[in-house]
């Protein structure tokens, strides 16, 4: 199978994309948060590649094309935010003071389980960028000096869980403020947890995405200062 992903031009995306459209079919038709698309798509998708003994770097060859519209794809999350722009300006001075707020403790958290675990330097500046998307994180990870793709699976894992117990997180501390609770989504689980915010509401769809461009550009900033505490 090896060589029948080397010799295709697309095999790797035709395998992403039917591991995704599993998991999509599944979440669809028993409607619980473990069956994630994406977290089933990874599961399928690593099956398909340790039964077929078909390396990481021969299968990217041809899954490699759907990187490409990840930016593009995190840029389109803009629209839901035009659509509630005066609800963010009304609001401004509080959504603006909880993702600063989301960043920072995201970032202290990693500093302090980095402490508690003994982690070097590299495996520390890896972890810093968990809560924001792919395409700024892996930038962040490898200007710091990081594993950038321990990074990108560590972002993918946030996501995930976030996308998974964020809703149920808010109602067992009664966060029902739509705005406040996509920021939360945005702010900790990027993309992936702005999925989930939009399928719970419009305004949660919209503060999420906002969170998202906010969060990542704070912690680009932040995160060479906070490399430095270790």
Known sequence: MNDFFRESMFAGVTLSLVAYLIGTLLKKKFKLGIFN???ISIVVSIVVLVVGK????????????????????????AIPLYEQWGLLLKNFKAVMLGLVAGTITSLTTVLALALICGLSHEEYVTLLPKSITTAIGMGVSEELGGYVTITVAVIIITGVLGNIFGELICKIFKIDEPISRGLAFGASSHAIGTAKALEIGEVEGAMSSLAIA?????TVALSSLYANFM
């Open 37 to 39: 698309p994406l977290l």
């Open 54 to 77: 078909v390396d990481y770097y021969t299968y990217n060859e041809g899954a490699k094309y759907l990187s490409w519209l990840l930016t593009p794809a995190t840029v389109c999350l």
């Open 214 to 218: 906010v969060s990542g550009i704070l």
